[in-house]
C-alpha cells in the first residue's frame, strides 16, 4: 500500500513539474525547503512570490491542486513577508561566513535591521504583529550593542547585556566597509 501511494505521490509530481515547466519554462522552479535551515524555506516563498499570482492558481486548479491556490489577501501576506524577512536573510548571509571575519558586520546588521522594523511597522497591512514581535525580539536579544550606542537606556553596564561586549562597535569602526556608515542608521 506504501508502496503504490509514493509511486501515486511521483508521478502527481511529475505531471504538476511538467505542467509548470509548460507554463514558466524549463529553466524556472520553486527551490526546495531545508526544514533546518529558515532562509530556504524564505527563497522558496520569494519565488512562488515571483509568480504571476492568477497564472499560478490556474495551474494548480487544472492539475487538482485547488486547495492550494491562494486567494489576493493570502498573496499580499506572503509579499509582505518576503518584504520584511529579507532584510533578515541578507544579514544571515553576511554574518555567518567561515573563512571571513564578521564580527565587524553584526553591529552595523542589528542597526540596520531595527531601523527596516520601524519602517516595516508603518508600511505593514497584515503583519503588523510579526513586525512587532521581531523587533521585541531584535531589541532583546542583541540589548548590549543597543545601550552601546545609546538606543537603549538600562540601568545595567552594557558589557553585563548579551553582545555589550564593545569589541561590535571597535570591529565595525575598523572595518573599512563600515567605518561610521553605520552610526547613521538609527
Not at 124 to 139: C, D, M, P, T, Y
Not at 151 to 173: C, I, K, W
Request: net charge neutral.
Amino acid at each position: 500500500m506504501m508502496m503504490k501511494m509514493n509511486w501515486e505521490t511521483a508521478a502527481c509530481g511529475r505531471k504538476l513539474k511538467e505542467a509548470f515547466e509548460a507554463e514558466y519554462g524549463a529553466n524556472r522552479s520553486i527551490p526546495s525547503a531545508v526544514s533546518t535551515r529558515w532562509n530556504t524555506t524564505l527563497r522558496l516563498v520569494e519565488a512562488v512570490t515571483d509568480l504571476d499570482p492568477q497564472s499560478l492558481n490556474s495551474l494548480l486548479e487544472a492539475q487538482g491542486h485547488k486547495g492550494l491556490c491562494l486567494s489576493a489577501r493570502e498573496w499580499c501576506q506572503l509579499k509582505e513577508l518576503v518584504d520584511i524577512l529579507a532584510p533578515f536573510l541578507q544579514a544571515t548571509d553576511l554574518t555567518q561566513g567561515e573563512k571571513v571575519v564578521t564580527v565587524s558586520a553584526a553591529l552595523p546588521c542589528v542597526l540596520s535591521l531595527n531601523s527596516h522594523l520601524i519602517h516595516m511597522l508603518n508600511a505593514s497591512r497584515h503583519l503588523v504583529g510579526l513586525v512587532k514581535a521581531l523587533q521585541k525580539s531584535l531589541q532583546r536579544r542583541f540589548q548590549g550593542m543597543f545601550a552601546n550606542v545609546r538606543m537603549d537606556e538600562t540601568a545595567q553596564p552594557p558589557v553585563e547585556l548579551p553582545f555589550g561586549d564593545m569589541v561590535y562597535m571597535l570591529s565595525a569602526l575598523l572595518d573599512p566597509s563600515f567605518c561610521l556608515f553605520w552610526s547613521r542608521v538609527r
